[in-house]
């Protein structure tokens, strides 16, 4: 079996502060980040996703953890389709516009790879000290199971090389009816590593629980199961505590998919208060233990 890593997709979320999970001496970003990795061995950091990240930060994140630490990085939204803030471009690159959200088509090409560049270089220090694990592209409900959409994600592991990008759908286009198997076997044939998700089903976001490994990283992130998953408050969409018994189900399927990948990632993203750090902490005594009790 690969190995499996296990952390969740916030250190820093502020019900995560007000719940007591960090000890009082974790007073500052540097010990509140060194206590989440003497804990879990990896993050995954969602704030590039509102706003690119500076080297600077990058650099400060490989000192603040221990050699072995992993980071996994949300790609900015730009660069995934998704609407995206004119305030949070980097300056000399924000097109004239009265628009408050832009999308890649608002800039212009230069402007465009000019993003792309940046992001990248940014995470550099990550990189260069073996802490970045994959860059997660998720896109948005609206990208379908499309030729072009496909050859996008080709344009992404052009881009990204060597760093390595993962990939999570938000539409069912892309498992419904026969094309499971065809959105897998192009992501196997092309070495695209794809990012399994458990959440809420019936929205139009929604993707099914499908765990399988298509490179030889293989993802896993749990969003929840709120029946608030439409609410634009976060801590609605997020506010989902899994039971243990949802979790002594979850873990043999977890090895069974560890068995297929050199890495298995599992990520809780339902970050409201303490839940992911807990879910966390139990699913991860589970697979090292072997119990599903």
Not at 47 to 68: F, G, K
Not at 115 to 131: D, I, N, Y
Not at 148 to 153: A, M, V
């Amino acid at each position: 079996m690969g190995e499996i890593r296990v952390g969740t997709a916030s250190w820093t979320d502020r019900t995560l502060l007000e719940s007591g999970w960090y000890p009082a001496s974790a007073d500052t970003p540097e010990r509140r980040l060194a206590h989440y990795a003497r804990r879990f061995p990896l993050v995954e950091v969602d704030a590039t996703y509102y706003s690119p990240p500076a080297e600077r930060t990058a650099e400060l994140w490989v000192a603040r953890t221990p050699d072995d630490f992993t980071f996994n990085v949300k790609a900015f939204s730009l660069l995934t389709g998704h609407p995206t803030r004119v305030s949070a471009l980097y300056k000399d690159l924000r097109p004239e516009t009265d628009k408050r959200n832009v999308y890649p088509g608002d800039l212009s090409a230069q402007a465009y790879e000019e993003v792309w560049t940046r992001f990248l270089s940014a995470l550099e220090p990550l990189a260069g000290a073996g802490k970045l694990g994959a860059l997660l592209f998720q896109f948005p409900p609206w990208f379908t199971i499309r030729r072009d959409n496909k050859q996008y994600l080709l344009e992404v592991r052009r881009r990204c090389g060597p760093l390595r990008p993962v990939f999570e759908f938000r539409h069912a286009s892309w498992f419904a009816e026969g094309n499971r198997d065809e959105t897998l076997d192009f992501l196997r044939e092309h070495e695209l590593a794809y990012v399994s998700v458990d959440m809420p089903q019936g929205h139009r976001s929604s993707v099914p629980p499908v765990l399988a490994a298509t490179a030889d990283l293989a993802v896993v992130r749990f969003h929840g199961h709120s029946d608030k998953w439409t609410s634009r408050d976060i801590y609605e969409k997020f506010g989902y505590r899994y039971s243990q018994r949802e979790l002594a189900d979850w873990a043999p399927r977890l090895r069974e998919l560890a068995d297929q990948a050199t890495e298995t990632h599992v990520l809780f993203n339902n970050c409201y208060r303490d839940y992911a750090q807990q879910n966390a902490s139990t699913l991860e005594g589970m697979l090292n233990s072997g119990d599903t009790d």
